[in-house]
């Protein structure tokens, strides 16, 4: 193992003592209002984006900032052949900020891009073309590829599908989350939504989960078509509507998971890939806890039930 590898796992292990942790989130999250629990968070490991006197909205985006910045530092730590790693699981931020810049396109003012600097894939490239059009051809020409249509619909949901299918080929430490995150896409947009996937997510769909889970009509159609790997995280969801229990259910496994890599592995991509696991849940369970702080700390058993 190199020594670039060695120094940036043991940046990676270090990183973990940046979130806040389950029963200090909890305590937030009785907070009795919003500006309480966000001047508490700006003291916390958060605080370096998190500021008094922010809306929901705006905390709840600095939260993830915060994580965004810590992984920008860690990228600055692992070798040369671990930034892509970096790069591709933070991409489900880079397809937010084209939804965003998708927005500003159409005239709307959403909020700042995140910052992803050197763990961008081609944001800074997207961030300057001036029409959908344009937008579409940068994404052809770059890892993303075409999304097959230029609605804000269908260029995400290629993003999120396309994105899915680099995880699972060069992140094989998070295939069973990814393949897992893809069926709770299926269900959402097709079971609870009602309607169809566009045909470029529809075939890489079918790359991750095969040809039939996007033609599923019901849960149990869906769960009989899934392989073992995505199957788990719908196991005893009966109705769509019920789909946050999944939700929740996939995030135990992340975070789960992400102690396992970091506590099992040598030095090297694993622990790194555990950590961004690790983080991404913690800031997950914060922006829950905020929520509830907003509605004024109560019903705790709700917050309980999801983180």
């Known amino acids: 193992m190199s ?110 891009p995140y910052r992803l600097g050197a763990l961008a894939t081609v944001w800074p490239r997207l961030s300057r073309t001036p029409s959908v059009p344009e937008l579409r051809k940068v994404l052809t020409t770059s890892p993303w590829g075409d999304p097959g249509g230029d609605s804000a619909r269908v260029i995400g949901l290629s993003m999120q599908t396309s994105l899915a299918d680099r995880i699972m080929s060069a992140v094989p430490e998070a295939e069973a989350w990814t393949a897992a995150a893809m069926a709770l896409l299926v269900a959402r947009e097709v079971l609870l939504g009602g309607r169809d996937l566009p045909a470029n997510a529809r075939n890489l769909v079918a790359r991750v989960l095969g040809p039939s889970a996007a033609s599923a009509v019901t849960l149990p159609d869906l769960m009989a078509v899934l392989p073992g790997k995505a199957r788990w995280v719908l196991s005893d969801v009966q109705d769509p509507l019920d789909l946050w229990r999944a939700e929740a259910r996939w995030w135990a496994r992340v975070e789960r998971d992400g102690f396992a890599l970091v506590r099992a592995a040598s030095a090297g991509r694993a622990v790194v890939v555990g950590v961004v696991a690790i983080m991404a849940t913690d800031a997950w369970r914060v922006r829950g806890a905020l929520e509830l702080a907003a509605r004024g700390g109560t019903p705790l058993e709700v917050f309980d039930g999801i983180a």
């Open 3 to 112: 020594a670039g590898w060695v120094a940036g796992t043991v940046r990676a292990q270090a990183m973990t003592r940046r979130r806040l942790g389950s029963a200090a989130v909890r305590q937030l999250a009785t907070s009795p209002s919003l500006e309480t629990a966000v001047a508490t968070l700006a003291r916390s490991t958060y605080g370096h984006d998190v500021h008094p006197g922010q809306t929901l909205p705006e905390a709840q985006r600095a939260v993830v900032e915060t994580v965004v910045w810590n992984m920008r530092v860690l990228g600055g730590w692992v070798p040369r052949d671990g930034v892509p790693v970096l790069r591709i699981l933070l991409g489900t931020l880079e397809a937010t900020n084209v939804q965003d810049h998708l927005q500003r396109l159409a005239g709307t003012d959403p909020p700042p």
